[in-house]
């Protein structure tokens, strides 16, 4: 053994040595002290704050959308209502990490669903586009049985695929107001831009149009929120658990009668369907308004052509909606089903209007009501430099008339003598029937509670001015006036309008706001606080002069040759109203003229006025022909009487 | 003294010892720090059982089963350790050096590589990490260098030799790279230079030319263009003095994420099924380089620090060999495995609280990992085998 020099003298650490060590031993000591004073630091100092960091890394706060509020009518039977449905979701990044594997899934997923691949990657797109991957992309709303057993049944050739409980939007009566209620879909960025500060947030639904759109602060409830585990990956671990409970959305009931709208949709294709009997070819559309007059409550609205809003529940495909005419390009085919004509429809009123022509007159003394005017065939203005002949629509016709009279035959001529003299008014006095046709709420929102709302238009010596760029154009002429006098030339009014007009002639000259909504409900049956309606306010008509209206409306219904004579003559309820024939030029696919917009409104009973209704036929033709006839189907619902019409009638 | 004597001295005690061997080494065993040692091993497992509980599916105790193979392996590494006399260490110090360059050189000709490091060396059932258990050989071997020259111990020429000497591992491990095992062997050469009793002027220059060389490799060299270090290297090592500053957006990922862990723990520790930082793997490796971060978030300060407490009992223990040491090869033996512990405890806890350079150094006794543990546990043998022949020729005297 080779002799060891390490262990060849006898080793005692030397004092250098041992005071080493114990310099170490202090480093050792100094080296913990850190250690734990750090330790101390993190986890009993500041521990709270690093648990609530971990908590927010590992939890994710998932929304859960409130079930939304029914829409019921005024006897409480609902509207619209929720269904249960199962939507698919798919959560981006369970999905296979393999591209060929991925896409063959994403392929066989969209067969099953019959999803175009192209929206499911939109989907997944957006979601990496935004960095969420905790958020699911709902492939499909309201995926039918078959779908959800085979994806239970080969969940394991889907990863990341889930199913989930929704509620989706049903309408037991399809159609039935569809204008109306209106729609929701999920909100777009413009809209959050606008209501980010009230709530709403990406993903949302929100209400389209009609009652869903004006009271989805009510409908739509409070969203709940659920949490889960997800790990660095984003993965979900764990299933939901609901921190915050979605509070269900208020009902809101309507003033809509159920059975009365039925019957206002029915009378509406029953006026359209007359119309086409009698050659007019273009009745593809109308509206009827019934609306309580003494409140501005409607009862009724209808609007055609139409559409079943349960296009836009569960799953909305373009085709689908394409085929409803729910989309620009089929829309003009389909004559525009989504407008609703009741409130964003714009016609001439024509001799609807008469009644604001003849208070006019009388509140300017231009005429008193049991004097008599001629009633001719033609008309032309003295001051008239074009000498422009105006027809009456009967031309055979050469007799004096009171004003009542003259209302009940639909006289123009005698109109156009009354417009006439306005023309010749001095200008300090004004322009008195744009003045009334204002204080009627003509030109103007009417202040209904469903929208979009045209305002229409009231032709005034000041709009030519504007409007106009050449000077013969600008100029306020006799004609302007003629035709103003009987509704007609550039005058736009909307069928609410002049049922609003109707009900300020029943009631006794007060202007109600037409509203839909009769009050909110939680989801426990209390009343929930809105905003009062406008009570009803006076026009200013004098009584004397509105009496004489009302007697020219219900002579128009009652005497033999009044206007809608044989569509109410012998009606059950005394019912008094006023019929119009409207020259519009109107744009149709391949068509370009004047067609004749069937109006008739008027209200029941005359002696203590119950319901307005007003009937307008596109293109329907004569006042007579088509909307009296809708309108009175109407009456006869509301009143429920049966009735006969007592002949055919070729009228204004 | 003549040499001679000395020499035939050693020799007949040599002869005595053997005899002793087995019951000499019993009766002189360092009882407390092996029940240190016990207690650290069991605390490593209880850690194991709960970091990787998740980290299989289907097979909560994969890691933890495979560690109690690990720590069986180690347990015999470290009781034959302890009967081995050390001073055969000293006397074949050159082949063990040689073995050590060459298994450590090896890893590049048939190492695998992982997270962009290549350490290991499969051996099917096993991936070997020759750099863990070279930290034990690079001790007993530059002991050995430099208990040939005990006399001349302090001398610059030695010093120097052994820097030298030292570098060959060093600067292999450097490149795999894994710089954290680097830094260790380094700072166990120093620990032996400095219980061995070089001159403080020395350690001083040392320690300045280290730190000139920190400051110019990690600040001064990025200064001005030159990069000595790898990106991922340079920002683990400054990241955490400014953690909201740091370049590299893993490193500084991993950082947060670890002090989180350690927060969240608190007093009590969110227990396994609650420490969502390690359950749902926003902490990354949480078994091995991270495992102290896991380990306190899922029990606490009180967990944690019983943990340390143990580290300081092993340490203290095995501190108080040096001086109990029989000769000056074992005394610079125990320093060198000493401070190589302490630097890799104190490295690897810092880290993961922020207070540390971020390195792949594992924590010993609790990272999984069998190469460490094995390695580790067969240190510990070889100061119980110190002690135990410290004391024997203690009471012979």
Request: glycine residues 10%; contains cysteine.
């Given at each position: 053994?080779?002799?060891s020099?390490?262990?060849?003298?006898?080793?005692r650490?030397?004092?250098?040595?041992?005071?080493?060590?114990?310099v170490?031993?202090?480093?050792?000591?100094?080296?913990?002290?850190?250690?734990?004073?750090?330790?101390?630091?993190?986890?009993?100092?500041?521990g709270?704050?690093?648990?609530?960091?971990?908590?927010?890394?590992?939890?994710?706060?998932?929304?859960?959308?409130?079930?939304?509020?029914?829409i019921?009518?005024?006897?409480?039977?609902?509207?619209?209502?929720?269904a249960?449905?199962?939507s698919?979701l798919?959560?981006?990044?369970?999905?296979?990490?393999?591209?060929?594997?991925?896409y063959?899934?994403?392929?066989?997923?969209?067969?099953l669903?019959?999803?175009p691949?192209?929206?499911?990657a939109?989907?997944?797109r957006?979601?990496?586009?935004?960095?969420?991957?905790?958020?699911?992309?709902?492939?499909?709303?309201?995926?039918?049985?078959?779908?959800?057993?085979?994806l239970?049944e080969?969940?394991?050739?889907?990863?990341?695929?889930t199913?989930?409980r929704t509620f989706?939007r049903?309408?037991?009566?399809?159609?039935?107001?569809?204008?109306?209620?209106?729609?929701?879909?999920?909100?777009?960025?413009?809209?959050?831009?606008?209501?980010?500060?009230?709530?709403?947030?990406?993903?949302?639904e929100?209400?389209?149009?009609?009652?869903?759109?004006?009271?989805?602060?009510?409908l739509?409830?409070?969203?709940?929120?659920?949490?889960?585990?997800?790990?660095?990956?984003?993965?979900?671990?764990?299933?939901?658990?609901?921190?915050?409970?979605?509070?269900?959305?208020?009902?809101?009931?309507?003033?809509?009668?159920l059975?009365?709208?039925?019957?206002?949709?029915?009378?509406?294709q029953?006026?359209?369907?007359?119309?086409?009997?009698?050659?007019?070819w273009?009745?593809?559309?109308?509206?009827?308004?019934?609306?309580?007059?003494?409140?501005?409550?409607i009862?009724a609205?209808?609007s055609?052509?139409?559409?079943?809003?349960?296009?836009?529940?569960?799953?909305?495909t373009?085709?689908e909606?394409?085929r409803?005419?729910?989309?620009?390009k089929?829309?003009?085919?389909?004559?525009?089903?989504?407008?609703?004509?009741?409130?964003?429809?714009?016609?001439?009123?024509?001799?609807?209007?008469?009644?604001?022509?003849?208070?006019?007159?009388?509140?300017?003394?231009?005429?008193?009501?049991?004097?008599?005017l001629?009633?001719?065939?033609?008309?032309?203005s003295?001051?008239?430099?074009?000498?422009?002949?105006?027809?009456?629509?009967?031309p055979?016709?050469?007799?004096?008339?009171?004003?009542?009279?003259?209302?009940?035959?639909?006289?123009?001529?005698?109109?156009?003598?009354?417009?006439?003299?306005?023309?010749?008014?001095?200008?300090d006095?004004?322009?008195p029937?744009q003045?009334?046709?204002?204080?009627f709420?003509?030109?103007?929102?009417?202040?209904?509670?469903?929208?979009?709302?045209?305002?229409?238009?009231?032709?005034?010596?000041?709009?030519?001015?504007q409007?106009?760029?050449?000077?013969?154009?600008?100029?306020?002429?006799?004609?302007?006036?003629?035709?103003?006098?009987?509704?007609?030339?550039?005058?736009?009014?909307?069928?609410?309008?002049?049922?609003?007009?109707?009900?300020?002639?029943?009631n006794?000259?007060?202007?109600?706001?037409?509203h839909?909504?009769?009050?909110?409900?939680?989801?426990?049956?209390?009343?929930?606080?809105?905003?009062?309606?406008?009570?009803?306010?006076?026009?200013?008509?004098?009584?004397?002069a509105?009496?004489?209206?009302?007697?020219?409306?219900w002579?128009?219904?009652?005497?033999s040759?009044?206007?809608?004579?044989?569509v109410?003559?012998?009606?059950p309820?005394?019912?008094?109203?006023?019929t119009?024939?409207?020259?519009k030029?109107?744009?149709?696919?391949?068509?370009?003229?004047?067609?004749?917009?069937?109006?008739?409104?008027?209200?029941?009973?005359?002696?203590?006025?119950?319901?307005?209704?007003c009937?307008?036929?596109?293109?329907?033709?004569?006042g007579?022909?088509a909307?009296?006839?809708?309108?009175?189907?109407?009456?006869?619902?509301?009143?429920?009487?049966?009735?006969?019409?007592?002949?055919?009638i070729?009228?204004d | 003294?003549?040499?001679?004597?000395?020499?035939?001295h050693?020799?007949?005690?040599?002869?005595?010892?053997?005899?002793?061997?087995?019951?000499?080494?019993l009766?002189?065993?360092?009882?407390?720090?092996?029940?240190?040692?016990a207690?650290?091993?069991?605390?490593?497992?209880?850690?194991?059982?709960?970091?990787?509980r998740?980290?299989?599916v289907g097979?909560?105790?994969?890691?933890?089963?495979?560690?109690?193979?690990?720590?069986?392996?180690?347990?015999?590494?470290?009781?034959?350790?302890?009967?081995?006399?050390?001073?055969?260490?000293?006397?074949?110090w050159?082949?063990?050096?040689?073995?050590t360059?060459?298994?450590?050189?090896?890893?590049?000709?048939v190492?695998?590589?992982?997270?962009g490091?290549?350490?290991w060396?499969?051996l099917?059932?096993?991936?070997?990490?020759?750099?863990?258990f070279?930290?034990?050989?690079?001790?007993?071997?530059?002991?050995?260098?430099?208990?040939?020259?005990?006399?001349?111990?302090?001398?610059?020429?030695?010093?120097?030799?052994?820097?030298?000497?030292?570098?060959i591992?060093?600067?292999?491990?450097?490149?795999?790279?894994?710089?954290?095992?680097a830094?260790?062997?380094?700072?166990?050469?120093?620990?032996?230079?400095?219980?061995g009793?070089?001159?403080?002027?020395?350690?001083?220059?040392?320690?300045?030319?280290?730190?000139?060389?920190?400051?110019?490799?990690?600040?001064?060299?990025?200064?001005?263009?030159?990069?000595?270090?790898?990106?991922?290297?340079?920002?683990?090592?400054?990241?955490?003095?400014?953690?909201?500053?740091?370049?590299?957006?893993?490193?500084?990922?991993?950082?947060e994420?670890?002090?989180?862990?350690?927060?969240?723990?608190?007093?009590?520790?969110?227990?396994?099924?609650?420490?969502?930082?390690?359950?749902?793997?926003?902490?990354?490796?949480?078994?091995?380089?991270?495992?102290?971060?896991?380990?306190?978030?899922?029990?606490g300060?009180?967990?944690a620090?019983?943990?340390?407490?143990?580290?300081?009992?092993?340490?203290?223990?095995?501190?108080?060999?040096?001086?109990?040491?029989r000769?000056?090869?074992?005394?610079i033996?125990?320093?060198?495995?000493?401070?190589?512990?302490?630097?890799?405890?104190?490295v690897?806890v810092?880290?993961?609280?922020?207070?540390?350079?971020?390195?792949?150094?594992?924590?010993?006794?609790?990272?999984?990992?069998?190469?460490?543990?094995i390695?580790?546990?067969?240190?510990?043998?070889?100061?119980?085998?110190?002690?135990?022949?410290?004391?024997?020729?203690?009471?012979?005297?």
């Amino acid at each position: 053994m080779p002799p060891s020099k390490g262990v060849a003298e006898p080793y005692r650490p030397s004092a250098r040595v041992l005071r080493r060590v114990s310099v170490l031993g202090v480093a050792m000591l100094v080296i913990f002290a850190v250690l734990l004073l750090r330790l101390w630091a993190l986890q009993v100092l500041s521990g709270t704050k690093y648990v609530n960091q971990a908590a927010a890394n590992s939890f994710r706060t998932v929304r859960v959308q409130a079930p939304r509020g029914q829409i019921l009518d005024r006897n409480g039977v609902p509207l619209v209502t929720n269904a249960p449905a199962t939507s698919i979701l798919l959560w981006p990044a369970d999905l296979p990490k393999v591209y060929t594997t991925r896409y063959a899934e994403l392929r066989a997923l969209s067969r099953l669903t019959s999803v175009p691949l192209y929206e499911i990657a939109a989907g997944i797109r957006a979601r990496r586009a935004g960095n969420d991957l905790v958020t699911p992309v709902t492939v499909r709303e309201a995926a039918g049985e078959p779908m959800i057993a085979y994806l239970y049944e080969n969940a394991a050739q889907f990863p990341g695929v889930t199913t989930w409980r929704t509620f989706i939007r049903h309408y037991p009566y399809h159609s039935l107001a569809a204008q109306v209620l209106g729609y929701v879909g999920e909100i777009s960025p413009a809209e959050l831009a606008g209501l980010a500060k009230q709530g709403y947030q990406p993903g949302d639904e929100i209400g389209q149009s009609g009652v869903e759109s004006s009271y989805d602060s009510y409908l739509r409830g409070v969203a709940g929120s659920a949490r889960m585990h997800i790990d660095a990956f984003g993965r979900p671990r764990s299933g939901l658990t609901t921190t915050t409970i979605a509070k269900p959305g208020n009902d809101v009931r309507l003033t809509i009668d159920l059975k009365l709208q039925q019957a206002a949709e029915k009378a509406l294709q029953y006026g359209i369907h007359l119309a086409q009997a009698n050659g007019k070819w273009a009745a593809r559309g109308g509206a009827i308004v019934a609306l309580d007059p003494n409140d501005g409550s409607i009862l009724a609205m209808a609007s055609a052509p139409t559409y079943d809003p349960s296009v836009y529940a569960g799953h909305v495909t373009l085709g689908e909606l394409a085929r409803a005419g729910l989309t620009p390009k089929t829309a003009p085919a389909k004559n525009i089903p989504s407008l609703n004509r009741a409130v964003s429809g714009l016609y001439p009123p024509g001799s609807t209007f008469k009644p604001v022509t003849a208070l006019a007159a009388m509140q300017e003394h231009l005429l008193s009501p049991y004097a008599y005017l001629p009633c001719t065939g033609t008309y032309s203005s003295p001051q008239d430099r074009s000498h422009r002949t105006f027809h009456n629509w009967d031309p055979n016709v050469n007799q004096a008339m009171d004003l009542p009279t003259a209302l009940a035959y639909s006289c123009d001529t005698y109109f156009y003598r009354v417009g006439n003299e306005f023309y010749n008014l001095p200008s300090d006095r004004g322009q008195p029937i744009q003045k009334l046709a204002d204080a009627f709420g003509f030109g103007q929102s009417t202040g209904v509670d469903i929208g979009p709302e045209a305002t229409g238009l009231v032709p005034t010596i000041g709009w030519r001015q504007q409007h106009f760029t050449s000077a013969v154009d600008k100029l306020w002429k006799p004609g302007d006036s003629i035709e103003l006098a009987v509704g007609q030339g550039d005058l736009l009014v909307t069928p609410l309008q002049m049922a609003r007009l109707y009900a300020a002639l029943a009631n006794g000259g007060k202007l109600v706001t037409p509203h839909v909504l009769d009050d909110v409900e939680s989801p426990n049956g209390a009343r929930v606080p809105v905003a009062a309606i406008p009570a009803p306010r006076q026009v200013g008509i004098d009584p004397a002069a509105l009496q004489a209206v009302q007697k020219g409306l219900w002579d128009a219904t009652h005497l033999s040759f009044g206007t809608s004579y044989a569509v109410f003559g012998k009606f059950p309820v005394s019912i008094a109203g006023k019929t119009g024939t409207a020259q519009k030029v109107v744009s149709l696919p391949g068509y370009l003229g004047l067609q004749n917009q069937s109006w008739w409104c008027g209200y029941g009973p005359y002696n203590s006025p119950k319901l307005v209704v007003c009937a307008l036929i596109e293109n329907g033709g004569y006042g007579g022909d088509a909307a009296a006839p809708a309108a009175a189907k109407v009456f006869a619902a509301y009143f429920h009487v049966a009735f006969h019409i007592l002949g055919p009638i070729h009228s204004d | 003294m003549l040499e001679y004597a000395g020499s035939q001295h050693a020799g007949r005690r040599t002869d005595r010892e053997e005899g002793l061997a087995i019951v000499g080494v019993l009766r002189s065993l360092d009882w407390v720090l092996l029940a240190g040692i016990a207690g650290l091993v069991a605390v490593g497992l209880w850690a194991v059982s709960g970091v990787t509980r998740f980290a299989v599916v289907g097979n909560p105790s994969y890691y933890l089963d495979r560690q109690m193979v690990y720590v069986a392996v180690g347990g015999a590494a470290l009781v034959v350790g302890t009967f081995i006399d050390p001073d055969i260490y000293r006397r074949y110090w050159k082949p063990i050096f040689g073995a050590t360059v060459l298994l450590i050189a090896f890893v590049f000709v048939v190492g695998h590589a992982a997270r962009g490091s290549t350490r290991w060396i499969s051996l099917g059932f096993f991936t070997f990490q020759p750099s863990e258990f070279g930290k034990l050989a690079f001790v007993l071997a530059l002991a050995g260098f430099l208990a040939d020259r005990t006399r001349d111990v302090g001398a610059l020429g030695t010093t120097m030799r052994v820097l030298g000497l030292g570098a060959i591992p060093v600067l292999l491990v450097f490149a795999q790279p894994d710089l954290g095992t680097a830094l260790v062997y380094l700072a166990a050469l120093v620990a032996m230079l400095f219980v061995g009793g070089a001159p403080w002027r020395q350690l001083v220059a040392l320690g300045s030319i280290a730190l000139l060389l920190a400051v110019g490799v990690l600040w001064a060299g990025p200064a001005v263009g030159v990069n000595f270090l790898k990106g991922y290297q340079q920002s683990r090592l400054t990241c955490f003095v400014h953690p909201s500053h740091c370049s590299s957006a893993d490193t500084r990922y991993n950082l947060e994420q670890s002090i989180v862990a350690v927060g969240a723990g608190q007093v009590r520790g969110r227990g396994v099924n609650n420490a969502t930082q390690t359950r749902l793997q926003f902490l990354p490796e949480h078994g091995t380089d991270f495992v102290f971060a896991s380990y306190s978030e899922q029990r606490g300060f009180i967990g944690a620090s019983l943990l340390l407490a143990l580290y300081l009992l092993v340490l203290w223990r095995a501190l108080r060999i040096v001086s109990i040491a029989r000769d000056f090869y074992s005394a610079i033996v125990a320093g060198g495995i000493v401070v190589a512990l302490l630097f890799q405890i104190f490295v690897n806890v810092g880290m993961t609280m922020g207070i540390a350079p971020i390195t792949g150094i594992p924590l010993p006794f609790v990272s999984v990992g069998g190469s460490s543990m094995i390695a580790n546990l067969a240190a510990m043998g070889v100061l119980l085998a110190i002690y135990a022949r410290g004391r024997a020729s203690r009471r012979r005297r």
